[in-house]
């Protein structure tokens, strides 16, 4: 989302080494933040935070990075350390699919223009550590953004959302020109969803508006007037007219509750969480009602809801590849899983998967490789097992509704 650049008039901004990008000097009490605007494709970038950093002003630097993307950057293999079962049991499984598919699209388009995404980050952690300088991390866990745009939408918006996430990623090998135009204002999350924020209040407020919020509020708690005379802030463009504003304005002088509730991941209404057991309580019911007419009717659903359910959640994973253990397990499992809200088709389906082709060493040590090119997914038996699960999943929740409408249509059709 392109936000227009700012001038600063403040004084002594003379003193600055001149920069590619935007610069916004704000001055708060005996603190002096000095907001650099950066591309995240961009060698100039770079170069204009060592150029400062290097110029002795300051005395603390912030970026826009939060913890888990600043130790993904100094440990690019993170990902792939994690315990698999306990993704799945966590119910995380579609959080590290997102994640290893923005980090994919993040290696080709390093691939293709030389340029690393967020290399002007990389440079201020290497600048700060060479300086001894406090290194502030002020932008909100990738995760917490990604739930609560997730939560922020209407939910028959969401499996787009998901779809369009991972496609765009996964879709070309090659990254187009207006991709990397849009990295230059944005960052990977960004992006990705620049054509849905453009249109979609509910994208664009967690997205970006809150997030200029959050790292306002970071700076006055981490870094608040008095505590470092000079601050450089370095964030992408697209961030530095609102973050800017909030600066700006009087911030509250404890900041720790507003960024909790910026933190808080809104809980699912009460009728979501219900229902999976109201279809599961209409599908019981349906059973009942078919057995009450006629013994052969009753029989006839049950048998339709297994094939159903079974050959769509066995047949997804099919598409994924896996283990024809797995193939076979999750058919008979799918049914029944779909009956009982409290553990799905998607984490069976892992769970054998992950029995009959455990992981070696070396998909660990690939994966984030791998998972640039689109058959790598299928290739390297982590991101296949996510696939599994991602599958497995909506295979068995296609099923559901189908086999549902199905047994209602009997029922209560104009030929019952």
């Keep these: 989302m392109t936000q227009e650049d700012v001038t600063p008039t403040v004084p002594n901004s003379d003193a600055l080494p001149t920069t590619s990008g935007p610069i916004q000097v704000i001055t708060v009490g005996d603190t002096c933040y000095t907001l650099l605007g950066t591309a ?17 002003r300051f005395d603390a630097v ?57 290399a002007e980050m990389r440079a201020a952690v290497e600048a700060c550590q060479s300086k001894q300088l406090p290194l502030l991390l002020v932008d909100r866990d990738v995760g917490i953004t990604l739930k609560r745009i997730y939560r922020n939408v209407p939910w028959w918006q969401r499996f787009s959302l998901f779809t369009g996430l991972i496609g765009s990623v996964l879709s070309r090998e090659n990254v187009s020109k207006e991709d990397i135009e849009k990295l230059k204002e944005g960052d ?75 933190e808080a991941t ?12 109201l279809i599961t309580a209409l599908v019981l019911v349906g059973f009942v009602v078919g057995f009450s007419r006629n013994t052969d009717l009753g029989w006839q659903l049950v048998i339709e809801w297994f094939l159903i359910n079974g050959i769509l959640a066995g047949g997804a994973t099919i598409a994924a590849l896996a283990h024809p253990v797995t193939v076979i397990t999750t058919f008979f499992a799918a049914p029944l899983t779909s009956l009982n809200p409290t553990i799905g088709a998607g984490f069976v389906a892992a769970g054998v998967e992950l029995y009959m082709r455990k992981p070696k060493v ?3 040590a690939t994966l984030r490789h791998d998972v640039v090119k689109l058959k790598g997914w299928w290739k390297n038996r982590v991101s296949r097992t996510l696939l599994v699960f991602i599958l497995a999943t909506l295979g068995s929740a296609v099923g559901t509704w189908v086999a549902g409408f199905r047994i209602a249509g009997t029922l209560f059709g104009s030929g019952a």
Excluded at 40 to 56: F, P, Y
Excluded at 63 to 86: K, T, V, W, Y
Excluded at 197 to 226: F, V
């Design 40 to 56: 995240h494709v961009s060698v100039e970038s770079a170069d204009d935070v060592r150029q400062l950093i290097d110029s002795g």
């Design 62 to 118: 912030a970026i826009e990075l939060c913890d888990a993307r600043h130790h993904s950057m100094a440990n690019p293999d993170a990902m792939g350390e994690q315990d698999l079962f306990q993704v799945f049991k966590q119910g995380k499984a579609g959080m590290v699919a997102a994640s290893l598919a923005l980090g994919a699209f993040q290696q080709r388009i390093a691939e293709q223009s030389g340029i690393q995404p967020g």
């Design 188 to 262: 990977i999350l960004e992006a990705t969803f620049s054509e849905f924020a453009a249109q979609s209040e509910a994208l664009y407020t967690p997205l970006i508006r809150e997030r200029d919020r959050y790292m306002a509020l970071r700076l006055a708690e981490d870094a608040p007037p008095g505590r470092y005379r000079n601050v450089l802030v370095v964030l992408g463009a697209g961030h530095l007219k609102g973050t800017g504003e909030h600066l700006e304005a009087p911030l509250p002088t404890q900041p720790r509750d507003e960024i909790a509730t910026l």
């Design 266 to 277: 809104p809980p699912p209404s009460k009728l979501w969480k219900l229902a999976p057991w």
């Design 362 to 364: 070396r998909d660990f």
